[in-house]
């Protein structure tokens, strides 16, 4: 059973940053991507930015360019999303993915994901 563990997430004040992880289990083959989305409440469920199993990251979202990073250990099987200088827009549900055998980039639409994390809540105050 494929599973994606999320961890991390909560609230902080606009400015603060915050550590998302997200730990995949059961996938048996090496080719894949990890893509963080976010969705805020009656909004349709972003795609943010990615990164595949060599190493080569994506941004999907200008408004998160210079602010967030994307990472991986692979030894782990792990994807980390770190967010730095919060805005309240950022506030909404982050979700992570995995993509099957991604293309040269790796995916920025939701219906390219075949598996996802539970979701995590991050708040940010103003």
């Known amino acids: 059973e494929v599973q994606l563990v999320q961890s991390g997430g909560g609230l902080v004040q606009a400015g603060g940053s915050l550590n998302l992880s997200c730990g995949v289990s059961?996938?048996?083959?090496?080719?894949?991507?990890i893509g963080w989305f976010r969705q805020a409440p009656g909004m349709e469920r972003e795609g943010l930015l990615c990164i595949s199993r060599n190493g080569d990251s994506t941004y999907h979202t200008d408004s998160v360019k210079g602010r967030f990073s994307i990472s991986s250990d692979n030894a782990k099987n792990t994807v980390y999303l770190q967010m730095n200088g919060l805005k309240p827009d950022d506030t909404a549900k982050y979700y992570c993915?995995?993509?099957?055998?991604?293309?040269?980039?790796?995916?920025?639409?939701?219906?390219?994901?075949?598996?996802w994390g539970q979701g995590t809540h991050v708040t940010v105050s103003s």
């Open positions: 059961g996938f048996t083959s090496e080719d894949y991507a």
């Open positions: 993915g995995l993509e099957r055998v991604p293309g040269k980039r790796c995916g920025r639409w939701r219906v390219m994901y075949s598996f």
